[in-house]
């Protein structure tokens, strides 16, 4: 098995090389490549070192598989280049994700979507992930009618910038910013550009990819997005109205059996789901769960989780497992 790591250097990057290490990668050949300006860099990797390669040298490797996190535009250029030498690219930019011919994939939902022609699946958004997740089996029971969801989400979406602008004011020295604002004691709604209507790109994909991954283009879905000074994961405040009457106790059954998420919720105990808690791990944690007293068939969730790891690098390694595992099957 040959896998290739593109924007190896980036952030997640680097955790989709640790992830690739924990799930039984190591020994595979495993190629990284990232910008010009870090060929020649060495990364360290299960007891050894990769070399970062130029994107065209490892083409010509012709690798099984290409992770990327590279950014879009660097997507839209490489990955076709990969897929005409037949490697399966799994693309955490926004590049693909919105396009009709390409498989938006969260593997414990849709992975079914994935047919062995495709060679590029996109990886969706990291707050989306989360909540689709969080929400998928409460909407094979009850239906989804409308969500409107606040995220709280984590510098670290941003990248290793936005981490280095955070210290730096923390020890209250000036760095390079990565965003507009100081982030230090602070917390602003904005994530991502601005479209025309006053929304912002960040929750534009929670509306566009909530109803691709779902199947459903009918689900009513209003977004907020901010940004705060947290480094382990991204947090959200979700009302869901769904289209049948439900039962709370029957609601938590149903959350706790999701495949990938974790019920942690019990006020009595002040045991509620943070940053804190999900850093470092690859569950989505759940909790807050009450109805919402204001209109029938509604309820209140509060979903967490590592937006480093299930929201990108660990979503894009399990899409790759699902894959050779369906392929091997078919093979043997």
Not at 102 to 125: G, Q, T, Y
Not at 137 to 155: M, P, W
């Amino acid at each position: 098995m040959k896998i290739a790591v593109v924007g190896a250097t980036g952030l997640v990057g680097g955790v989709m090389l640790k992830v690739l290490e924990e799930r039984g990668f190591a020994s595979c050949e495993i190629l990284v490549a990232a910008s010009p300006k870090s060929v020649g860099k060495r990364i360290a990797f299960a007891g050894r070192e990769l070399t970062v390669q130029p994107v065209e040298e490892v083409i010509n490797q012709h690798p099984d598989y290409a992770i990327f996190s590279a950014g879009a535009a660097a997507s839209k250029e490489y990955a076709p280049l990969f897929a005409e030498v037949g490697t399966t690219v799994i693309d955490n930019s926004s590049a693909w994700r919105k396009d009709n011919d390409k498989p938006l994939v969260v593997p414990e939902i849709n992975i079914d979507v994935v047919k062995d022609s495709d060679r590029i699946i996109a990886n969706p958004n990291c707050s989306t992930i989360q909540m689709v997740l969080a929400l998928s089996q409460l909407y094979n029971h009850y239906g989804i009618r409308r969500i409107v969801v606040s995220t709280y989400q984590s510098i670290t979406g941003t990248g290793i910038k936005a981490i280095r602008q955070l210290e730096a004011e923390e020890r209250g020295e000036e760095s390079e910013h990565a965003y507009p604002y100081k982030i230090h004691r602070n917390l602003f709604p904005h994530g991502g550009d601005f479209l025309p209507d006053g929304y912002t790109t960040e929750e534009q994909k929670l509306v566009d990819e909530t109803r691709k991954i779902l199947r459903n283009p009918n689900i009513m879905v209003s977004a907020t997005v901010a940004r705060v000074p947290v480094l382990g994961g991204h947090s959200e405040s979700v009302n869901v109205e769904f289209e049948k009457e439900y039962d709370i106790d029957e609601a938590r059954r149903i959350i706790a059996d999701t495949e990938g998420v974790i019920l942690y919720d019990d006020p009595a105990d002040i045991k509620y789901p943070m940053p804190i808690l999900a850093e470092g791990k690859d569950d989505v944690f759940v909790g807050r769960v009450r109805r919402d007293p204001s209109q029938p068939r509604t309820l209140n969730l509060w979903v967490v989780a590592d937006n480093l790891r299930k929201g990108a690098a660990t979503n894009a390694v399990e899409i790759m497992q699902h894959l050779i595992a369906k392929r091997t099957k078919k093979l043997f």
